[in-house]
T-cell receptor, first 109, second 115 residues
Framework: GNSVTQMEGPVTLSEEAFLTINCTYT??????LFWYVQYPGEGLQLLLK?????DKGSNKGFEATYRKETTSFHLEKGSVQVSDSAVYFC????????FGAGTRLTVKP | DAEITQSPRHKITETGRQVTLACHQT?????MFWYRQDLGHGLRLIHY???????NKGEVSDGYSVSRSNTEDLPLTLESAASSQTSVYFC??????????????FGEGSRLTVL
């Protein structure tokens, strides 16, 4: 079945550091790929998405490129801020939406 | 503004009791989903619906049921609550059509504790 695997956390970075959170997927067909973010005490909200191979999703300085050849959708940000501290989920959408286990990011001043 | 609301936000119950978690959305979305969130497992799909009278099992559907009698609501019922069902439950909706579900809009979650 369809599934998503993302790097385990937690990840702790200093402000202005470079961020990469790895995500790989297994799917039949051609899924859409998403990154969602969850701030403390809240539900998930969409961060960015890509619907076909080689698409790049971007939002709030975060980027991820849909790589069909490596079945990956890694999340990157060039300079993280304290306000980016949250849990990040990679997700795959085909007939339903499947999520990875989540990666907790803490950014220290 | 359109929204998705869950109730109750917090619930404590005893093993063996029936529990229903409500989910109501005003987006007029066809698709609705229930997930549970547990440490180390992320979000796991329990049940989902693509429209009125349609329901489907997800990854972890045992012990749970849903019904969809109108577009706005998808209540989740635990027939006989077990301690393993202690979790945070999230409802979500989307207006995706065809293959793929589009962006999901989430409620704020319902924390259930089964003693």
């Amino acid at each position: 079945g369809n599934s998503v695997t993302q790097m385990e956390g937690p990840v702790t970075l200093s402000e202005e550091a470079f961020l990469t959170i790895n995500c790989t997927y297994t799917a039949t067909g051609y899924p859409s790929l998403f990154w969602y973010v969850q701030y403390p005490g809240e539900g998930l909200q969409l961060l960015l998405k890509a619907t076909k191979a080689d698409d790049k999703g971007s939002n709030k300085g975060f980027e991820a490129t849909y790589r069909k050849e490596t079945t990956s959708f890694h999340l990157e940000k060039g300079s993280v801020q304290v306000s980016d501290s949250a849990v990040y989920f990679c997700a795959l959408s085909y007939n339903d939406m499947r999520f990875g286990a989540g990666t907790r990011l803490t950014v220290k001043p | 503004d359109a929204e998705i609301t869950q109730s109750p936000r917090h619930k404590i119950t005893e093993t063996g009791r029936q529990v229903t978690l409500a989910c109501h959305q005003t987006w007029n979305h066809n698709n609705m989903f229930w997930y549970r969130q547990d440490l180390g497992h992320g979000l796991r799909l329990i049940h989902y619906s693509y429209g009125v009278q349609d329901t489907n099992k997800g990854e972890v559907s045992d012990g749970y049921s849903v019904s969809r009698s109108n577009t706005e609501d998808l209540p989740l019922t635990l027939e006989s609550a077990a301690s393993s069902q202690t979790s945070v439950y999230f409802c979500a909706s989307s207006d995706g059509t065809g293959i793929g579900t589009g962006e999901l809009f989430f409620g704020e979650g319902s924390r259930l504790t089964v003693l």
